[in-house]
């Protein structure tokens, strides 16, 4: 008779745990989401949850932003290896510093909670959102003009917000208030943050009560072998070699530079090497993304083509080999600025997806919108600071099987745009304008996603604006023949004496009482030929104001007689796409 192994796993029971895992990762989402007291995160939902291991390795995710969890990791083996050696049970840790502390950026502010269970660390209860201001030189902290991180708001290297079972650290919290422009936001946001890590806890720790802890320090162990044993069977799937690709942010400022980036994706049996040389140095300027957030939108994409059934945990990472040039702008050295670094996360995942579509080309979609545009708007209203921060989501490109999606977040930021209500009851704003952009989205067998736009009027006497956005000069771009999605664009003041922005605004604009900021995403990159779209896809397009008759002519060589209703003409349509296909 066979000898069974000493510890068998168990697979329903490894799933019943993992699941149980998940479950106290999303309540930590949802408490953060109801207590929260910034747009930014409670609407926007710009934050993430995990639950970590006593290593610091995540065995568990929320339902938040991909592009922050990835990054998790190395900002916990930062903590450990600083303050591991002096832990106690009721310590919280606090920090943001990408160079100090291996965050993110100045405005993700992280709160951690170790989990000790019979007097031994069992592992950490986390979260990070992004602060509605954290200080600096413009409002919402997401300079795009700053050329050193001095110069981007308040850095705080890893520190004790409780220690043990004493009371929260009066003079962090002094500190932080001073240095930010809306102290009850933020301090709101923050003590969400510590309810959330407090119920992440005592999730951890019932889960922990009813299996014993053998079992579950056994189990996590197996999590993470299972995770890594899906990925590596997925990428043996993947013909071997090495894929590349180069995209474009079009630069800042008024007088922009196109920023370089370049991928090479090497898939060798069951492991894969990511490649980022080639790709521009750092820049001065605040998008500057530091390698845990480059590392987290590697895997993020990677993540995307594995099974839904793979564990959000780190064992997945294992067979994965990210490698990016020190000094370059996925890998700055202090003090390079990286305020608005999210920008270029959104665009090494699309870089990632443009070299996987040579790869698997039946399973990754044409380019999306290109991940969030963030004005940030600093008023003072009724002597009163104000800060508002939206993140304006957004469209997927076309799938090989599908259009692509109209009014979602791109894959690495699940976040929302703030709803209207919430905006105009808070904010001397007016939404005026907000829907989707016709004839927008990149022609292909499949459509992209439809560009969203969204205008506000400041009812202020003042205002200061920033913004990063992108994809005006390099538009998202389409797979197996599609065609790119419209670009972006930002206007103030649409009419006759209108003002174009540029994509990444370097130097905040004034705006007075009665000015409209109107901004229009780009839409999203077509898949395969436009001259074999279905005409009857085409014309219910249309029906739906999705695009115009000019462009269904243009763009799809269909034929489309004015009426009520309007209707196909076969014949016209025929002989157009017959003379197209010549040319």
């Given at each position: 008779m066979r000898k069974q192994p000493k510890h068998r796993i168990d697979p329903v029971l490894l799933e019943v745990i993992k699941n149980g895992l998940d479950t106290i990762a999303d309540e930590i989402a949802l408490i953060i989401m109801r207590t929260a007291y910034s747009a930014i995160v409670r609407d926007a939902m710009d934050y993430s949850t995990a639950i970590c291991d006593a290593q610091g390795r995540t065995v568990a995710q929320g339902l938040t932003t991909p592009l922050h969890l990835g990054s998790f990791f190395d900002a916990m083996q930062n903590l450990i290896r600083s303050h591991g050696k002096g832990l106690k049970p009721g310590d919280v840790f606090i920090f943001n510093d990408p160079y100090l502390a291996a965050g993110q950026h100045l405005p993700d502010i992280y709160v951690v909670k170790p989990i000790f269970i019979d007097a031994r660390l069992e592992g950490w209860s986390t979260t990070v959102a992004h602060h509605?201001?954290?200080?600096?030189?413009?409002?919402?902290?997401?300079?795009?003009?700053?050329?050193?991180?001095?110069?981007?708001?308040?850095?705080?290297?890893?520190?004790?917000?409780?220690?043990?079972?004493?009371?929260?650290?009066?003079?962090?919290l002094d500190i932080i208030a001073?240095?930010?422009?809306?102290?009850d936001k933020v301090l709101g946001d923050l003590r969400a943050q510590l309810a959330a890590c407090r119920a992440g806890e005592?999730?951890?720790?019932?889960?922990?009560?009813?299996?014993?802890?053998?079992?579950?320090r056994r189990y996590f162990e197996a999590l993470h072998d299972y995770a890594e044993r899906l990925a590596r069977t997925t990428f043996a799937e993947i013909p071997d070699g090495t894929y590349r690709f180069v995209t474009h942010i079009d630069g800042f400022g008024e007088t922009?530079?196109?920023?370089?980036?370049?991928?090479?994706?090497?898939?060798?049996?069951?492991?894969?090497?990511?490649?980022?040389?080639?790709?521009?140095?750092?820049?001065?300027?605040?998008?500057?993304?530091?390698?845990?957030?480059?590392?987290?939108?590697?895997?993020?994409?990677?993540?995307s083509i594995l099974g839904t059934d793979v564990p959000n945990c780190q064992g997945f990472t294992r067979p994965i080999t990210v490698r990016a040039p020190l000094g370059s702008i996925v890998n700055p050295i202090e003090p390079g600025a990286c305020g608005a670094r999210g920008i270029t996360g959104f665009r090494v995942m699309d870089c990632m997806f443009g070299a996987l579509a040579q790869a698997i080309p039946d399973r990754v979609p044409a380019d999306s919108n290109g991940g969030a545009s963030i004005p940030s708007f600093g008023i003072r209203h009724e002597g009163k600071p104000m800060v508002f921060v939206e993140t304006i989501m957004g469209n997927w490109g076309a799938a090989p099987t599908h259009d692509g999606q109209d009014g979602v977040a791109h894959m690495g930021a699940n976040q929302s745009n703030v709803p209207i209500e919430m905006i105009e009851a808070e904010y001397p704003l007016r939404v005026e304008r907000y829907?989707?952009?016709?004839?927008?989205?990149?022609?292909?067998?499949?459509?992209?996603?439809?560009?969203?736009?969204?205008?506000?009027?400041?009812?202020?006497?003042?205002?200061?604006?920033?913004?990063?956005?992108?994809?005006?000069?390099?538009?998202?771009?389409?797979?197996?023949?599609?065609?790119?999605?419209?670009?972006?664009?930002?206007?103030?003041?649409?009419?006759?004496?209108?003002?174009?922005?540029?994509?990444?605004?370097?130097?905040?604009?004034?705006?007075?009482?009665?000015?409209?900021?109107?901004?229009?995403?780009?839409g999203?990159?077509?898949?395969?030929?436009?001259?074999?779209?279905?005409?009857?896809?085409?014309?219910?397009?249309?029906?739906?104001?999705?695009?115009?008759?000019?462009?269904?002519?243009?763009?799809?060589?269909?034929?489309?007689?004015?009426?009520?209703?309007?209707?196909?003409?076969?014949?016209?349509?025929?002989?157009?796409?017959?003379?197209?296909?010549?040319?």
């Open positions: 509605n201001d954290v200080g600096g030189i413009v409002p919402g902290s997401n300079s795009v003009g700053a050329t050193e991180i001095y110069q981007e708001g308040l850095r705080l290297p890893v520190l004790k917000l409780i220690e043990g079972k004493g009371a929260e650290n009066q003079i962090i001073a240095n930010v422009r809306v102290p005592a999730g951890f720790v019932a889960l922990f009560r009813r299996y014993g802890a053998p079992t579950m922009p530079e196109p920023i370089r980036f370049e991928v090479a994706v090497t898939f060798r049996g069951d492991e894969v090497e990511i490649d980022l040389e080639g790709t521009s140095k750092q820049v001065k300027a605040g998008i500057n993304a530091p390698l845990p957030f480059t590392k987290a939108a590697c895997y993020a994409a990677l993540r829907g989707l952009v016709a004839d927008s989205g990149g022609p292909g067998r499949h459509r992209g996603g439809l560009g969203i736009e969204r205008s506000f009027r400041l009812l202020a006497d003042e205002a200061t604006l920033t913004l990063r956005s992108d994809k005006r000069r390099f538009p998202p771009f389409g797979c197996q023949g599609g065609k790119s999605g419209a670009p972006c664009m930002t206007i103030i003041n649409p009419g006759a004496e209108h003002r174009t922005l540029p994509v990444l605004v370097t130097d905040p604009v004034t705006l007075k009482r009665g000015d409209v900021f109107h901004h229009r995403l780009a999203g990159g077509g898949y395969g030929d436009p001259l074999t779209r279905d005409p009857a896809q085409v014309l219910q397009d249309l029906l739906l104001d999705k695009i115009t008759i000019g462009h269904a002519r243009a763009a799809y060589g269909v034929v489309i007689i004015a009426g009520t209703p309007p209707r196909l003409d076969p014949a016209a349509t025929h002989a157009l796409r017959a003379g197209s296909a010549k040319a």
